[in-house]
């Protein structure tokens, strides 16, 4: 069996069983990703060198019995929005063409004892504002299902990647859909985890309150056996949250009965495209002849997510994003006549439109005047919100609906209308409002061929609830895990 | 009820932003944060009287720790980034007139 071809848990399995090698794994990845990287263009940056030098280190400590993760020595990559102690970050932006961390952040120092490899870092909207991936400065991911289409975002290169074959997993990040909506449109498995479940120390951040670190993988076992490697309670992270469970792969049990999963009346409503909706709905309907209770429910307040959403979101990107300015990292303007003359310039000239757009509305909505109008009602919307998913928890152990309303667009099509495109977040957004975990599994294809993902929507710690559903749905497919070729 | 912004509150917005922005730049973003807000405005339908602000998803408070170096000494590898830098620190333009 060709190595690009295994999951993680095939691959890793055989490197502890001495077949292959971690050397002979990262040398296939590498190998794919200069097959296919001139069309796809995963990758911001490759580490050829540093991946082979460090497939040797692991070789020798799985073979000295130090390493024992079932994980060990298999090839990944990271979103390039996560610190990797000197190797470029560029959070897919000018202003850090040439960033290199002076450490490494958490979620990703919990794969390198665990033995991980990292053969580079991915491609991603410019500081993850985006949902195709295409506002990145280093040019766009492309979907390996058909090239024309881009891969989702803001993890498009990390869900791309993955899709090809390049690497066997990867990290992504999901302040709004990030890693569940690029995941649908490349036919892989991400999660993103309950807030405050993996660290977020050396994340570059966007939406601190939103944002979380997540995997993405072939199938669901592969993401929670990753998941259960990069979750952890860290103190350098002021959310982090010291949780009882962290046995996430002990929910990949094929049983469903008596499992309640609601279905959001209003997520089926109008602008749902009716392919997309006949295959999740096909989807629940294999989960209920295994045994799952399914019921529709009212769940209200949908059409409020968004625009609460963009407000909370681009006040904290505001905020966040002042680190910028040319002084201690990154890209610094030419020429400036004082200070702020430096800092404004140096930001002009070095973050892409979309990040701009965010930023402006950003300290728009944080500015007096407008604070209480704007920020504090989209905070007391997200309140309400909170409260409509408790109620929903009530009864039902999880909520189905779609990852994204349509399947992957085509290259170019949805920046010209930022609305437009901030609508199709639609059925991810509130998760991250509600700090809920949700995961996307694919269901099928549309009649181009573009994959389609069902999203499960979790209570906030149960995880495990959302892995056995889609693990136990996954059983059904034959097709599972095979990526885009 | 579109929302209208004046010329002022944009150059106000870009001095926050410590953004400058061409005209052209300007006139567009101007315009689409006038849609995003008329947008945003739909959340004046939901009434949130009595509604507590939620910044935080859960009843986590702050936590405090001793002020202990932990991770040594990093300024060489910290000023190897800086753009501009003199002897042991980072270099900008005169900050105080």
Known sequence: MDICSMTALELG???????????????????CIEDREPEINSFVTVDAEGALKRAEEVQK????????????????????????????????????KNFKPTFTAEAVRNLERAGAVIVGKTNMDEFAMGSTTETSYYGETRNPWNPAHVPGGSSGGSCAAVAAGECTYALGSDTGGSIRQPSSFCGVVGIKPTYGTVSR??????????????????NVADCAAVLEIIASHDKKDSTSIDRKDYDFTSAL???????????????????????????????????????????????????????AYYVIASAEASSNLSRFDGVKYGYRTETYEGLHDMYKKTRSEGFGAEVKRRIMLGSFVLSSGYYDAYYLKALRTKALIKKAFDSAFETYDMIAAPAAPATAPRLGESLSDPLKMYLGDIYTISANLAGLPGISVPVGTDSLGLPIGMQLIGNCFEEKKIIRAAYAYEQTRADAGKGAD | MANKISDETMEYVGILAKLRLSDEEKENAKSDMEKMLDYIDTLNELDTTGVEPMSHVFPVNNVFREDIVENGDGSEDTLANAPLKKEQGFKVPKTIG
């Open chain 1, 61 to 96: 400590s799985i073979e000295e019995g130090t390493i024992v993760s079932p994980l060990a020595g298999v090839p990944v990559g990271i979103k390039d929005n996560m610190c990797t102690k000197g190797l470029l970050t560029t959070c897919g932006s000018k202003i850090l």
């Open chain 1, 13 to 31: 399995k055989k490197i502890q069983q001495k077949e292959i090698s971690a050397v002979e794994a990262v040398k296939a990845a590498l190998e």
């Open chain 1, 201 to 218: 120390y050396g994340l570059i951040a966007y939406g601190s309150s939103l944002d979380q670190i997540g995997p993405v993988g072939k």
């Open chain 1, 253 to 307: 049990v094929d049983d469903v009965k008596g499992m309640r999963i609601g279905i959001p009346r209003d997520y089926f409503l109008e602008g749902l495209d009716c392919e997309v909706k006949e295959n999740i709905l096909n989807a629940v309907k294999v989960l209920e002849d295994k045994g799952a209770v399914v019921e529709e429910f009212d769940l209200s307040l949908v059409q409020y997510a968004i625009p």
